[in-house]
C-alpha cells in the first residue's frame, strides 16, 4: 500500500512511496504528528540520481522490519534537495558543523519542534568500516530519546543556537578591486594540478564558474596564466571520462585525479554550466574542441534532457539495468574489448579500443573501461573511421536499459541551460538551439511565474509544484532571460528579468547591510534563515543575483540595482582571496565591475538586415567580461540602451559604452571586434 508521498510530484519522492515506511513529506503536520506522539523525527534528504541514496533505500526503506521499527518510534520525513533546497542547507550546515563533512543521503534526527540532534549520511544495513549499522543508530536514537530527553533537547537548542551565531563575515560593502582579483588569481595557481588540469585532488568536480573567472580575467588583463588553466582544464575534462565521448555532455565528477572514472550521473546545471565555458573558451581562442564540445554537449541537454513541454529535466541516474535486472553504476557507458568486438568487427573494434583507450584490464569495474581520449596527438586516425565507429557504438549503446531521468523542470538549472543554449546558438548559427531556449523561458513564464512575476521553483509534466522558489530560481532566472535578450533583441526578456530582479532586492535581501538571504523573507521560518555565498554545483544565489543585478543595470542604467550588486559583492572582497576555488561566479561578476561592464547598442534598419546580423554576433562574440547587448531599430523602445541610437550614414552601427563615457559610433565590423577585445 502506497505512503503519503504517492500524491507527490517530485520524482526522488515517488521513488518512495511504495516504501513500508510510513513517510510524510516535508510539512507542518508531520511535525505536529511528532508532537501528539511524542517522538523523534527522521529527516531523510537526497535526490533522484543519488546512487549511494539508491543503496540505503534498497537496504533499509524496503526491508520490513526497519520499516516497522521505524513507524513505531519516529515519523519518517523524506526530502528531495532539489526541490528543497533550502531545508537541505539549513540541516547539511548542522551536519557539516557537527561531523565536519556532509553528502547525500542526509540522515538527521530532529526533534518535533524541527531542531536537530544527531547527524549522519549513509547508514549500512550492518555494521562495517567503523560504521553502526542504520537500526543500532535508530535504537541508540530511540533510547537516547526515551531514557535522556533533557540532554537530546539541550544539544538541539545549543546546535540551534551555535547555527544562529554563524553569521557570514560579510567584509565591507565595496567590490572587489584589482588587488583582490589578483591574490585570487595568486590562489587558483598554487591549488592548480598542472599535470592534469583542475584544482585539488580527487574526488575532482568540474570548476564551471572558476573556468568563468580566468576567461574572463584573462579578457581583461591579458594574464596568459589564467587563459592556459582554463584552456588545459577544459582539454583534460574534454578528453576524460568524465565526458561521454560517445553522445556528448558531462558526468557530475571523476572519483580520480585524471578526469578517467566519472560518477556517472548526468545533472543538468553542470552540463548548462559547461556548455557556456566551452563556447566562452572557443570566442576566446577559436579551439576547435571547445567548439566540438560545446556544441555537442547543447545538443545532448536538447536530445536528453528536453521534457514534452519544451523545459529541461534534472538528471539521468548514475545506474542502470545491466540486461539481469541489477541496477549497476555507469553499466550504460562502459565497454570490454569483447563488446568492441561485438559491435564493430575485429579491426575496428581494435582501432576503437586504442583510440578511446579500452584495455583488456579496463579502467572501470569487471574488466570494462570508461571511454576516453588519451592524449595521442601524435596518432594519426582516419577521421571518416573514428565518426563511423563512434556512430555504430551509440547505436548499440542506445540499445541498453538507459538510466533514469528526473523529469521534473528545476526553475534555477533552466535558467542557466537557457543562457547557455541561447549564447552556444548565436555564436555557431544554431537557430535551433536559441528556438530550445526560448521555449524553456516560455515555459518558466507560463508554468513558474505568477501575476506577482513570483517564481515556483519547479514543475513536471505541466504541473507547477508547491515550493516557492529561492534566490537563486530568481537569479538564474534573470541570468537565462537577460543572454536571450541579447541574443534574441525581444526587450521582453529584459522586462521580465527585471521584475525577478526587483523581487531580489525587496524580498531577499539586507536593507541594513546589503547582504543576500537564500530564501525570502516571507518565505517558510525554518530553525535558520539560510545564507550562503559561495559556489557549490552551482554559482550561489548569492553571487548569481550580483551577476544578474549587474547586467540588468547595465541595460538600463538603474541605480539602485547597481548599488546593490556592488554591495553584494562585498563578500567576494573577503572571501576572493582566500578560497577563490569556492566564490568563482562572485569573481567574474567582480571582473565585470572592473570592466564596467561595457553596454553595446546595435541599431539597423531590422534584425534581418545581413549589415545589422554581422555587427549583432560580432558585439556578442566581445570577450569584455560581462558586455550586455542590445540590437533593434533606431529609436526603438524595446531596450533602453537603444534610445537617441541612430544609424551613420544608413548603415547598421555599434555603440559602445562603459562607466558614463562612449566611444564613436561605428559601422565597421573590425573596429567594433577591437573595442570590445580590447
Same mark, same amino acid.
Given at each position: 500500500?502506497?505512503?503519503?508521498?504517492?500524491?507527490? @510530484?517530485?520524482?526522488?519522492?515517488?521513488?518512495?512511496?511504495?516504501?513500508?515506511?510510513?513517510?510524510?513529506?516535508?510539512?507542518?503536520?508531520?511535525?505536529?504528528?511528532?508532537?501528539?506522539?511524542?517522538?523523534?523525527? +527522521?529527516? #531523510?534528504?537526497?535526490?533522484?540520481?543519488?546512487?549511494?541514496?539508491?543503496?540505503?533505500?534498497?537496504?533499509?526503506?524496503? !526491508?520490513?522490519?526497519?520499516?516497522?521499527?521505524?513507524?513505531?518510534?519516529?515519523? #519518517?520525513?523524506?526530502?528531495?534537495?532539489?526541490?528543497?533546497?533550502?531545508?537541505?542547507?539549513?540541516?547539511?550546515?548542522?551536519?557539516?558543523?557537527?561531523?565536519?563533512?556532509?553528502?547525500?543521503?542526509?540522515?538527521?534526527?530532529?526533534?518535533?519542534?524541527?531542531?536537530?540532534?544527531?547527524?549522519?549520511?549513509?547508514?549500512?544495513? %550492518?555494521?562495517?568500516?567503523?560504521?553502526?549499522?542504520?537500526? =543500532?543508530?535508530?535504537?541508540?536514537?530511540?533510547?537516547?530519546?526515551?531514557?535522556?530527553?533533557?540532554?537530546?533537547?539541550?544539544?538541539?537548542?545549543?546546535?540551534?543556537? !551555535?547555527?544562529?551565531?554563524?553569521?557570514?563575515?560579510?567584509?565591507?560593502?565595496?567590490?572587489?578591486?584589482?588587488?583582490?582579483?589578483?591574490?585570487?588569481?595568486?590562489?587558483?595557481?598554487?591549488?592548480?594540478?598542472?599535470?592534469?588540469?583542475?584544482?585539488?585532488?580527487?574526488?575532482?568536480?568540474?570548476?564551471?564558474?572558476?573556468?568563468?573567472?580566468?576567461?574572463?580575467?584573462? %579578457?581583461?588583463?591579458?594574464?596568459?596564466?589564467?587563459?592556459?588553466?582554463?584552456?588545459?582544464?577544459?582539454?583534460?575534462?574534454? &578528453?576524460?571520462?568524465?565526458?561521454? =565521448?560517445?553522445?556528448?555532455?558531462?558526468?557530475?565528477? #571523476?572519483?580520480?585525479?585524471?578526469?578517467?572514472?566519472?560518477?556517472?550521473?548526468?545533472?543538468?546545471?553542470?552540463?548548462?554550466? +559547461?556548455?557556456?565555458?566551452?563556447?566562452?573558451?572557443? &570566442?576566446?581562442?577559436?579551439?576547435?574542441?571547445?567548439?566540438?564540445?560545446?556544441?555537442?554537449?547543447?545538443?545532448?541537454?536538447?536530445?536528453?534532457?528536453?521534457?514534452?513541454?519544451?523545459?529541461?529535466?534534472?538528471?539521468?541516474?548514475?545506474?542502470?539495468?545491466?540486461?539481469?535486472? &541489477?541496477?549497476?553504476?555507469?553499466?550504460?557507458?562502459?565497454?570490454?574489448?569483447?563488446?568492441?568486438?561485438?559491435?564493430?568487427?575485429?579491426?575496428?573494434?581494435?582501432?576503437?579500443?586504442?583510440?578511446?583507450?579500452?584495455?583488456?584490464?579496463?579502467?572501470?569495474?569487471?574488466?570494462?573501461?570508461?571511454?576516453?581520449?588519451?592524449?595521442?596527438?601524435?596518432?594519426?586516425?582516419?577521421?571518416?573511421?573514428?565518426?563511423?565507429?563512434?556512430?555504430?557504438?551509440?547505436?548499440?549503446?542506445?540499445?541498453?536499459?538507459?538510466?533514469?531521468?528526473?523529469?521534473?523542470?528545476?526553475?534555477?538549472?533552466?535558467?542557466?541551460?537557457?543562457?547557455?543554449? %541561447?549564447? @552556444?546558438?548565436?555564436?555557431?548559427?544554431?537557430? !535551433?538551439?536559441?528556438?530550445?531556449?526560448?521555449?524553456?523561458?516560455?515555459?518558466?513564464?507560463?508554468?513558474?511565474?505568477?501575476?506577482?512575476?513570483?517564481?515556483?521553483?519547479?514543475?513536471?509534466?505541466?504541473?507547477?509544484?508547491?515550493?516557492?522558489?529561492?534566490?537563486?530560481?530568481?537569479?538564474?532566472?534573470?541570468?537565462?532571460?537577460?543572454?536571450?535578450?541579447?541574443?534574441?533583441?525581444?526587450?521582453?526578456?529584459?522586462?521580465?528579468?527585471?521584475?525577478?530582479?526587483?523581487?531580489?532586492?525587496?524580498?531577499?535581501?539586507?536593507?541594513?547591510?546589503?547582504?543576500?538571504?537564500?530564501?525570502?523573507?516571507?518565505?517558510? =521560518?525554518?530553525?535558520?534563515?539560510?545564507?550562503?555565498? @559561495?559556489?557549490?554545483?552551482?554559482?550561489?544565489?548569492?553571487?548569481?543575483?550580483?551577476?544578474?543585478?549587474?547586467?540588468?543595470?547595465?541595460?538600463?542604467? #538603474?541605480?539602485?540595482?547597481?548599488?546593490?550588486?556592488?554591495?553584494?559583492?562585498?563578500?567576494?572582497?573577503?572571501?576572493?582571496?582566500?578560497?577563490?576555488?569556492?566564490?568563482?561566479?562572485?569573481?567574474?561578476?567582480?571582473?565585470?565591475?572592473?570592466?564596467?561592464?561595457?553596454?553595446?547598442?546595435?541599431?539597423?534598419?531590422?534584425?534581418?538586415?545581413?549589415?545589422?546580423?554581422?555587427?549583432?554576433?560580432?558585439?556578442?562574440?566581445? @570577450?569584455?567580461?560581462?558586455?550586455?547587448?542590445?540590437?533593434?531599430?533606431?529609436?526603438?523602445?524595446?531596450?533602453?540602451?537603444?534610445?537617441?541610437?541612430?544609424?551613420?550614414?544608413?548603415?547598421?552601427?555599434?555603440?559602445?559604452?562603459?562607466?558614463?563615457?562612449?566611444?564613436?559610433?561605428?559601422?565597421?565590423?573590425?573596429?567594433?571586434?577591437?573595442?570590445?577585445?580590447?
Amino acid at each position: 500500500m502506497p505512503n503519503r508521498l504517492a500524491h507527490e @510530484t517530485s520524482p526522488y519522492l515517488l521513488q518512495h512511496a511504495d516504501n513500508p515506511v510510513d513517510w510524510w513529506p516535508w510539512s507542518a503536520e508531520a511535525f505536529e504528528e511528532a508532537r501528539k506522539r511524542n517522538v523523534p523525527v +527522521l529527516l #531523510s534528504v537526497g535526490y533522484s540520481s543519488c546512487h549511494w541514496c539508491h543503496v540505503m533505500a534498497h537496504e533499509s526503506f524496503e !526491508d520490513q522490519q526497519t520499516a516497522e521499527y521505524l513507524n513505531a518510534h519516529y515519523v #519518517s520525513v523524506k526530502v528531495d534537495r532539489e526541490e528543497r533546497p533550502d531545508v537541505d542547507a539549513v540541516y547539511m550546515e548542522a551536519v557539516q558543523a557537527a561531523t565536519g563533512q556532509g553528502g547525500w543521503p542526509m540522515t538527521v534526527f530532529l526533534t518535533p519542534e524541527a531542531e536537530p540532534f544527531y547527524f549522519g549520511t549513509y547508514f549500512p544495513p %550492518a555494521p562495517r568500516q567503523g560504521m553502526p549499522s542504520f537500526r =543500532q543508530v535508530l535504537q541508540g536514537v530511540h533510547q537516547a530519546w526515551d531514557e535522556r530527553r533533557d540532554e537530546v533537547t539541550e544539544v538541539a537548542g545549543k546546535i540551534v543556537r !551555535d547555527l544562529a551565531g554563524r553569521e557570514i563575515s560579510y567584509g565591507d560593502a565595496r567590490t572587489p578591486g584589482e588587488e583582490e582579483l589578483a591574490q585570487a588569481l595568486l590562489g587558483l595557481t598554487r591549488e592548480y594540478d598542472p599535470q592534469r588540469g583542475g584544482f585539488g585532488g580527487a574526488p575532482k568536480f568540474p570548476p564551471s564558474m572558476v573556468l568563468e573567472f580566468l576567461l574572463r580575467h584573462h %579578457a581583461r588583463t591579458g594574464a596568459e596564466g589564467a587563459l592556459q588553466m582554463a584552456s588545459d582544464t577544459c582539454e583534460r575534462m574534454a &578528453r576524460g571520462g568524465i565526458y561521454d =565521448q560517445l553522445g556528448g555532455g558531462f558526468a557530475r565528477y #571523476s572519483v580520480d585525479r585524471d578526469w578517467v572514472v566519472p560518477h556517472f550521473e548526468k545533472m543538468l546545471y553542470d552540463n548548462a554550466l +559547461l556548455c557556456r565555458v566551452y563556447a566562452h573558451l572557443w &570566442r576566446a581562442t577559436g579551439s576547435e574542441l571547445a567548439r566540438r564540445v560545446a556544441l555537442e554537449t547543447a545538443d545532448f541537454m536538447v536530445r536528453e534532457l528536453r521534457t514534452n513541454e519544451g523545459g529541461f529535466a534534472s538528471a539521468l541516474d548514475a545506474d542502470s539495468d545491466d540486461g539481469t535486472g &541489477r541496477h549497476v553504476e555507469g553499466v550504460y557507458y562502459v565497454w570490454t574489448p569483447e563488446q568492441l568486438r561485438e559491435v564493430l568487427g575485429e579491426q575496428d573494434a581494435e582501432l576503437a579500443a586504442q583510440y578511446f583507450g579500452v584495455t583488456e584490464e579496463g579502467t572501470f569495474e569487471e574488466g570494462a573501461s570508461v571511454l576516453q581520449l588519451p592524449q595521442q596527438q601524435d596518432v594519426l586516425v582516419d577521421a571518416g573511421k573514428i565518426a563511423s565507429v563512434r556512430e555504430r557504438l551509440l547505436a548499440a549503446r542506445s540499445e541498453r536499459p538507459a538510466p533514469g531521468r528526473d523529469d521534473k523542470v528545476v526553475a534555477a538549472w533552466n535558467g542557466l541551460a537557457i543562457a547557455a543554449l %541561447a549564447e @552556444t546558438g548565436a555564436y555557431f548559427d544554431r537557430p !535551433d538551439l536559441v528556438e530550445a531556449a526560448v521555449a524553456a523561458a516560455d515555459l518558466l513564464v507560463r508554468l513558474h511565474l505568477d501575476e506577482q512575476a513570483r517564481l515556483t521553483r519547479t514543475s513536471k509534466d505541466g504541473h507547477a509544484g508547491a515550493n516557492a522558489g529561492v534566490l537563486e530560481d530568481y537569479a538564474d532566472v534573470a541570468e537565462g532571460f537577460l543572454a536571450l535578450a541579447s541574443v534574441t533583441g525581444e526587450g521582453v526578456w529584459l522586462e521580465f528579468a527585471g521584475f525577478l530582479v526587483d523581487h531580489v532586492l525587496v524580498r531577499f535581501t539586507d536593507p541594513e547591510s546589503g547582504s543576500l538571504y537564500d530564501t525570502a523573507a516571507d518565505a517558510e =521560518q525554518l530553525i535558520r534563515r539560510p545564507q550562503d555565498p @559561495t559556489d557549490n554545483a552551482a554559482p550561489s544565489g548569492w553571487t548569481a543575483a550580483a551577476n544578474a543585478l549587474l547586467a540588468y543595470a547595465a541595460h538600463t542604467g #538603474s541605480e539602485p540595482h547597481r548599488t546593490a550588486a556592488e554591495r553584494a559583492l562585498g563578500v567576494v572582497k573577503a572571501l576572493g582571496p582566500r578560497v577563490p576555488r569556492f566564490i568563482g561566479w562572485g569573481l567574474a561578476a567582480a571582473e565585470a565591475v572592473l570592466d564596467g561592464p561595457r553596454e553595446v547598442a546595435v541599431v539597423g534598419p531590422s534584425l534581418d538586415h545581413e549589415g545589422t546580423k554581422t555587427l549583432h554576433r560580432t558585439a556578442l562574440l566581445g @570577450t569584455a567580461p560581462g558586455a550586455v547587448v542590445a540590437v533593434g531599430a533606431p529609436e526603438s523602445d524595446e531596450f533602453p540602451l537603444l534610445a537617441d541610437r541612430s544609424l551613420v550614414g544608413g548603415e547598421p552601427t555599434a555603440y559602445v559604452c562603459r562607466n558614463f563615457t562612449c566611444d564613436a559610433p561605428t559601422t565597421e565590423v573590425d573596429r567594433l571586434r577591437a573595442v570590445l577585445n580590447d
